[in-house]
């Protein structure tokens, strides 16, 4: 597997609450992206970095914020999760954007109460 | 909305016999791209190929891309229960201004190989 960690892992937590997912890579890629995956939508782009401190809005970014400070490192966060949230989430990331292939995350199974 | 669509949707299949995964996309593209994802895993990728290109091979893969069609096809040869998964095709955007950053991913075929 390419260097990249996803965390939690799982998590589950009550509407209203915030919760920030960490995406972390050890591989020096430029871009980076965070997916959710639900059934009967297949896999749907929420924001993407193209750099550090570089960042914009997927398909789905409505209620999900990005940072990233630092090469390594991608946080998504949800400011005040909902029921429709309930998700896996992937990260991935690559070296040249869309041009070549992607490299995936194990996902984070997130659960709002 | 999603750009690319694979077809069918399930595909169930014996051991041995060849899987066919259909992807149709809607805008012009530079490149797709097909993933396969085992169940609880994340999305591993498989081949790519680019907009100039009408076939490629990857073991016992082959992908074909027709552009004037819009359409592309995953063929697995001689299927073995471990290639159970759900494959995606993704693609990017060609008049994307300059940018090319993002891929959009189809909703997925799920394939059963049976022992």
């Known amino acids: 597997d390419a260097g990249i960690t996803q965390s939690p892992r799982h998590k589950v937590t009550e509407t209203g609450t915030p919760v920030t997912l960490r995406c972390h890579q050890t591989?020096?890629?430029?871009?980076m992206y965070w997916y959710r995956q639900d059934p009967g939508h297949g896999l749907r782009l929420i924001h993407y970095s193209y750099g550090v401190k570089d960042t914009d809005k997927g398909e789905v970014s409505d209620g999900y914020s990005v940072s990233r400070s630092k090469t390594e490192d991608f946080l998504l966060t949800l400011e005040s999760a909902t029921s429709s949230q309930t998700s896996v989430y992937f990260c991935a990331i690559s070296a040249s954007g869309a041009r070549n292939e992607q490299f995936f995350g194990p996902g984070t199974r997130l659960t709002v109460l | 909305s999603q750009q690319g669509e694979e077809d069918p949707q399930a595909l169930s299949i014996q051991e041995g016999e060849n899987a066919t995964m259909n992807c149709s996309y809607k805008?012009?593209?530079?490149?797709l791209q097909w993933y396969r994802q085992n169940s609880g895993r994340g999305l591993v990728h498989l081949i790519l190929?680019?907009?100039?290109?009408r076939e490629k091979h990857s073991g016992r893969l082959r992908v074909t891309l027709d552009t004037s069609k819009k359409s592309s096809s995953l063929l697995i040869t001689a299927s073995r229960a471990a290639d159970t998964a759900s494959y995606f095709c993704a693609t990017d955007a060609s008049n994307s201004g300059g940018s090319n950053y993002k891929l959009t991913f189809g909703k997925g075929t799920l394939l059963t190989v049976n022992p």
């Open positions: 190929i680019r907009s100039n290109e």
């Open positions: 805008t012009s593209i530079n490149n």
């Open positions: 591989e020096n890629h430029r871009y």
